[in-house]
Each structure stands twice: as structure tokens, then as C-alpha cells.
């Protein structure tokens, strides 16, 4: 319980030094919201993503789940990603992956946690498609880490062939997806080289994010 009530006086000064900065800005906030982002990372703790961005209430439409996955038949993240899209007309989606993420890892290792492993099949699936290329990296930690870009890759490319993308898209709405991935041990963002802006551009792009990717060395993160 005290654990607990120590949340409730963080959220107090919290929210006091955020008043005392912009007076009014609940206010303003609890009137509407125009997010220029959809963020789709993982749940992981460490990855808090308005933190890491530097972006305030108000300012990120915030998606998350086990190793940030898209999944075609997901009716929560297509849900977000309609809404974001179509009501709140953001202009940016960003697939925000993470090295070290025991999602990844699990899926790489096979291991039976439970009912996520089901989730994780989607992971594993990725692992399949670009299993000769990681199977030829040594070191576990690099192969780990490479398959979360890969991963990332993937679910940008899962994003753009929603329906919901592809209508925006037809529709002449300014809508850009991207690929990121944030490092726990230094707190950088990198950028993935991936952002798609047309349907015609998905299969030179994704293409060419995925040659760079392989072709990188694999370093430690
Ligand atoms: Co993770």
C-alpha cells in the first residue's frame, strides 16, 4: 500500500510542476487532442515511449504490446491505428522496436512462457523468413538483436498493407510510416532507414531497409 500511495504524490508534484509551467494546460488538454504520432513499440518498462521522445501529454498516440508486433487479425492495435489515422489524422506512425527485448529473445530461444508464446509465434515467424541470415551469426546476443530490426522492418511493412494505411493512402492523406529502434544501454533512438509515404514505394524500400540491415555488421547493443 505505501508502495502505492508513493505513486499518487509522484502524481501529484508531477502534475503540479506541469501546471506551474503552463497554467491551463490540463485544461487545453482535456478539451481535445491533436497527436502528430502513432508510436507502436513494445511494453516493455524500459521503453517508456513520451519519455524517450521528449513529447508531452497530448503530443503521442501510444500503442504497445510484447515485442511490438502488428498483426493483421489484432483488432486492439488496428483499432489504434484506425483511430490515429482516420479521427486524429496523425502524419507520422513510428514502429519503435528495442534491442534487449525479452520478447525477441524468447522467440528466438523457443522458450514456453505461457499463453505469450502464441504472440510470440508472430516473432518467430520473422525469424523463418530471414533464418539464414541470422542463423549465420554467432553470437546470440547480435542474432537477438539483429532479429529486432528485422522485426521492425516487418511490422512496418504490416502497417502499410493495413487497409486502413492503403485507404489513407488513396485518400491523398499525408501519412508516413516509420521504423526505429531504441537502444536500452545508451537511450539513443536509431533510425532504421525505413519510412514508407506511397504504396508504390513498399516493395524498393523494403527491399533496400533489409539489404542495409544484413549487411550491417552485427554490433553489440
Ligand atoms: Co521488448
Redesign the pocket.
Known sequence: MSKLHQLFENNQAWAAQIQERDPGFFMKLSRQQSPEYLWI????S??PANEIVGLLPGELFVHRN???VVVHTDLNCLSVLQFAVDVLKVKHVIVC??Y?????RAALRKERLGLVDNWLRHVQDVYSRHESSLAAIAEEHDRCNKL?ELNVIEQVLNVCQTSIVQDAWTRGHELSVHGWVYGLRDGRLRDLSITMSRPDQIPNDYQAALTKLLMAESVSK
Not at 41 to 44: A, F, K, V
Not at 100 to 104: A, K, R, V
Open positions: 513499440g513494445c511494453s516493455d524500459r521503453v510484447v515485442a511490438n522496436g528495442h534487449g527485448c525479452g520478447g525477441i529486432c
